[in-house]
């Protein structure tokens, strides 16, 4: 074993240096966040907290894609995290999520109707109000965390909080006036579940906007108390899910419109003015195939890595800057801000946006007038990015993933149709325990379904050990594959690598247990090797893929994989319409010069503004 001396007091002050500048920024982050809540504890205090009845017009969200009133709900409301501008007035809430579908926070919703015409369907009355808050010990809540969202009438908000103060629910309470549907879908994003009366006033408007965000529906008893326990986060995520889901398959597929290549008159090739091109972030995996698709075309691409979300070399960005005529940042960190405060005023500037993005402070901190076009590789992100971060809605728009298609490989082993595929096990949120639950189902019916996961295992991911609860998590789903009968000996590990044809010429179905996604290139790209995609129907997957290709649980998962290989033809038939549908839809041969012309600055873009559903 060799001896590596140690190392001086001076070779080792840049890591000392580092090391106090990284403490001092999550000191400054924490500290941050505390004065924020601390404030905002201070605003509500100020105005006697949440019994107050509405909401004030700065804690609105700034902008929002906008539809006609009359448009279905399925088009104006998306399953999206807690509207941050709302939750950051109510509970001081200071980063934006992630997942439109997480129902951590037990938060109930209602209408009350108006008392002098017939009580709309959905809705309760103030008579019935007395009931439904009685019985519970609402002033134990805390002052931050109201636990009751109660929609009402026009004119009827000081009824209603004079009977939730009458209840003693006024600290656990906000009352708003309905606010109209736009405003409503920020209200909807904050709650876990809408309760509505039992009996012939269960369905209406209310009722089909809480399933089309992804909201659990509750139908309650009119002269009953309001139930204190929801069930699990878990369970409310399912429901809400099977809810959105249900609206979604009975109104057919909400697909947003193929892509479809430029005119010829706008394609990019060789006769066009060679553009310069920057393309700065730093992970550029998802921009190499336009990369390579505008220097096919004639263009000077030249790349600004950066080496972390916020970390770069100041100078060398500047002299591409200066380049540059265009500008790509590939993400919406760090590299977006400096580059809308630093390039030339002549010089186009595009963003891409595809997830994390959308839970970091980097969108605020971008100057949204500088930024020509934002391209987002999925509606549900660019409708939080518009809402949270106020970007220019009629700027944006949605451009997907590009899809290499592989050549035909003929008829496939007929056997291959039991086994199952998972790219990607880590973090938790990728759902090993799902696709682990679809696996016994099945398995319980037919022990020739197997299980194959690909990528990296938990143990060699190094920023897992600085989380303890998804390490034990990831330690009960590899002790489940050793002890459970139905699991033993029918899950194997495939490790991460470039060779993914390979892997995928040995599955019959790709899965995605994701809690959420932006896109999961995994889906279409296991489609355009000959796999069936079945996925659980996360938030905003039903605006990219068939209703059919989706279920809201594992035992909808397993039944779908199950109706899917029952037989060879069908497995078979199933594999080549999958394959034709991602074809259509996201070959790159369409999306790249699709996205070149967004970036470089083409063609107006058809459907910028307002998406069709």
Avoid at 558 to 573: C, G, I, K, M, N
Wanted: net charge positive.
């Amino acid at each position: 074993m060799t001896n590596h001396p140690a190392p001086s007091p001076a070779a080792r002050l840049p890591a000392v240096a580092r090391g106090a500048m990284v403490r001092a920024r999550q000191g400054g982050r924490t500290a941050r966040s505390t004065l924020d809540r601390t404030l905002a504890a201070l605003r509500r205090r100020g105005r006697g907290f949440t019994g107050v009845t509405g909401v004030p017009k700065a804690a609105w969200s700034r902008a929002a894609v906008t539809f006609p009133d009359s448009a279905p709900a399925l088009e104006r409301i998306l399953p999206l995290p807690p509207a941050l501008r709302l939750s950051r007035w109510l509970w001081g809430t200071t980063t934006a999520g992630q997942d439109g579908g997480d129902r951590t926070e037990a938060r109930l919703g209602l209408e009350i109707g108006p008392d002098d015409a017939e009580t709309p369907v959905g809705s309760f009355t103030t008579g019935e109000l007395a009931a439904l808050l009685s019985g519970r010990p609402w002033q134990h809540w805390p002052a931050r965390s109201p636990r009751l969202v109660i929609l009402t009438a026009a004119g009827q908000a000081g009824a209603v909080r004079d009977a939730v103060r009458a209840a003693g629910a006024r600290n656990a309470t906000l009352v708003v006036e309905d606010p109209g549907p736009a405003r409503r879908a920020e209200l909807l994003s904050l709650l876990s579940t809408v309760a509505v009366p039992s009996g012939p006033r269960s369905a209406g408007l209310l009722v089909t906007e809480a399933q089309a965000a992804g909201i659990m529906v509750l139908t309650h008893a009119p002269t009953a108390s309001l139930p204190e326990d929801l069930g699990s986060p878990g369970g409310r995520r399912v429901a809400g899910r099977a809810a959105r889901h249900a609206l979604a398959s009975a109104a057919g597929d909400l697909l947003l419109p193929a892509v479809s290549q430029p005119p010829a008159s706008a394609r990019i090739r060789m006769g066009l003015e060679p553009r310069r091109v920057v393309v700065a972030g730093h992970d550029l995996k998802f921009a190499s195939g336009l990369v390579d698709h505008l220097r096919e075309a004639g263009h000077d691409v030249r790349l600004d890595p950066w080496t972390g979300h916020a970390r770069h070399d100041p100078e060398a960005s500047r002299r591409l800057a200066d380049w540059a005529d265009v500008v790509l940042c590939e993400w919406a960190l760090g590299n977006a801000v400096w580059y809308s405060r630093h390039t030339p005023a002549a010089t186009r500037l595009t963003v891409r946006l595809h997830l994390q993005e959308a839970a970091t402070v980097f969108p605020g901190q971008v100057d949204t007038a500088r930024v020509d076009r934002a391209v987002f590789v999925a509606e549900h992100v660019r409708r939080q990015v518009v809402r949270d971060h106020g970007w220019p809605a009629q700027r944006s728009i949605v451009v997907p993933n590009a899809v290499r298609i592989p050549g035909a490989s003929g008829p496939r082993d007929p056997n291959l149709r039991f086994r199952l595929g998972l790219v990607g096990m880590v973090p938790a949120r990728k759902g090993m325990h799902t696709a682990l639950d679809v696996l016994a189902l099945l398995r319980g019916q037919d022990e020739r379904y197997r299980l194959s996961l690909r990528g990296h295992r938990p143990e060699d991911v190094a920023w897992l050990r600085g989380r303890p609860a998804e390490l034990e998590y990831f330690r009960a789903q590899l002790e489940r594959i050793t002890t459970d009968d139905r699991l033993r000996e029918a899950v194997d590990f495939s490790p991460h690598g470039p060779d993914m044809d390979r892997w995928f010429a040995g599955i019959g179905v790709v899965l995605s247990t994701s809690d959420y996604e932006s896109f999961h290139f995994t889906i279409p790209d296991g489609a355009a090797h000959g796999c069936v995609p079945r996925s659980l129907a996360w938030p905003g997957a039903d605006l990219l893929y068939p209703a059919g290709w989706l279920a809201p649980d594992a035992a909808g998962l397993a039944e779908a994989v199950q109706r899917a290989t029952a037989e060879p033809e069908s497995w078979q038939r199933e594999a080549e319409r999958s394959r034709f549908e991602v074809a259509t839809r996201y070959d790159r041969e369409h999306v790249l010069p699709r996205l070149a012309a967004e970036v470089l600055g083409l063609r107006p873009a058809p459907g910028a503004g307002p998406s069709t559903v």
